[in-house]
T-cell receptor, first 113, second 114 residues
């Protein structure tokens, strides 16, 4: 099975950029990368997704390496409310056009005042 | 718009019993996916339904099943419960047009198996 690897925890100073890495070295050409975050035990919240190109939205930027083996989620100006567990997820093809989602173990980001 | 709703929020069952969880998607969303979250295994994808058919599935045994109704509401059933099935079960819905990659999660149903 495909696998995503994330550091278990990171700290970031408030107002600074938070850069969260994810390794997905077994991903293949048509498999998407997603990032979600989860605060306490609420349901996860969508942040961003990408396939090959870098992506940016109002929440974050996603940088995907050219070989697609890793990606980095960037929160440009972290606030205390960004303290959460961040999950890197890959959508992998299974068979006959179907797919499944593989979750990383998550990075617990703590934004420090 | 109302968010994804899941019922019940908490459930206690004993080993060997079966359980049915319910999920109502965001209005207009036709896809519903189910996930299991445990401290040991983390978040795992169970399956996805749209147009009343299971379209995608993860690596769970046949004891885990689901269905979707014509109004897109979905139920998940777990038969012959085991202690290891204790988990937070999350449901997520998404649109099949426009922002098709963005899933919206419900608050989850916390199942405890004794």
């Amino acid at each position: 099975d495909a696998k995503t690897t994330q550091p278990p925890s990171m700290d970031c100073a408030e107002g600074r950029a938070a850069n969260l890495p994810c390794n997905h070295s077994t991903i293949s050409g048509n498999e998407y990368v997603y990032w979600y975050r989860q605060i306490h035990s609420q349901g996860p919240q969508y942040i961003i997704h990408g396939l090959k190109n870098n992506e940016t939205n109002e929440m974050a930027s996603l940088i995907i390496t050219e070989d697609r083996k890793s990606s980095t989620l960037i929160l440009p100006h972290a606030t205390l409310r960004d303290t959460a567990v961040y999950y890197c997820i890959v959508r992998v093809a299974v068979e006959w056009g179907t797919y499944k989602y593989i979750f990383g173990t998550g990075t617990r980001l703590k934004v420090l005042a | 718009k109302a968010g994804v709703t899941q019922t019940p929020r908490y459930l206690i069952k004993t080993r060997g019993q079966q359980v049915t969880l319910s999920c109502s998607p965001i209005s207009g969303h036709r896809s519903v996916s189910w996930y299991q979250q445990t401290p040991g295994q983390g978040l795992q994808f169970l399956f996805e339904y749209f147009s009343e058919t299971q379209r995608n599935k993860g690596n769970f045994p046949g004891r885990f099943s689901g269905r979707q109704f014509s109004n897109s509401r979905s139920e998940m059933n777990v038969s012959t419960l085991e202690l290891g099935d204790s988990a937070l079960y999350l449901c997520a819905s998404r649109s099949l047009a426009g922002k098709v990659h963005e899933q919206f999660f419900g608050p989850g149903t916390r199942l405890t198996v004794l």
